[in-house]
């Protein structure tokens, strides 16, 4: 086992933990069928345990399981288009696990849309207060390597991405929350 700390929430600032608990599982009950591509899966988040009303986002681990074919996951307020961000990729048959984070709709709810057919599980590791000192936008690419001009990255070989002052992110912003894929 290997963990990386790549930061913290000083108490009482705005992060509020909670033992994980699995909100959504498309397994259960036992023989259930994959969840359609394209379908979303609305997760209630305002209504969970631990989560303050009016919290401003939330962490959750989204896992793909039993893909019917290689794809990706996108995860995102229910109230607006999820577009193209890739929150976890899900080779076929395989499983795999993201974290994200994300904010809730007005209504509190978090839609989950796979394209392929999946199953997905949902667990919930904690939320941010409107105190946080994290400030969440909606998810925007900053950087496709596959798109015509950019190239294929080399091994060892850094890749700057400008993310200060673009995509809604401040230009005096000390940090950034990235979603990485390997594609």
């Not at 199953?119 to 998810?139: K, P, W, Y």
């Amino acid at each position: 086992v290997v963990v990386d700390v790549t930061g913290s929430f000083p108490a009482g600032r705005g992060f509020v933990p909670v033992t994980p608990v699995r909100l959504a599982d498309t397994r259960e009950p036992a023989g259930a069928v994959r969840q359609r591509a394209g379908t979303p899966l609305v997760v209630d988040v305002g209504s969970a345990a631990g989560v303050p009303v009016g919290a401003r986002s939330v962490a959750l681990s989204v896992t793909a399981t039993d893909a019917a074919a290689a794809g990706f996951v996108s995860v995102g307020p229910c109230d607006r288009p999820l577009g193209t961000t890739s929150n976890v990729n899900v080779g076929a048959g395989a499983t795999a696990p993201n974290l994200v984070i994300t904010r809730p709709d007005a209504d509190g709810h978090v839609c989950v849309v796979s394209n392929v057919d999946t199953h997905l599980l949902v667990d919930l590791s904690g939320s941010f207060t409107s105190s946080a000192d994290m400030d969440v936008i909606d998810a925007t690419r900053v950087l496709d390597t596959r798109s015509p001009g950019n190239e294929r990255l080399t091994g060892g070989s850094p890749v700057a991405v400008r993310v200060a002052g673009t995509a809604g992110v401040p230009a005096d912003a000390s940090g950034v929350v990235p979603n990485l894929t390997s594609a």
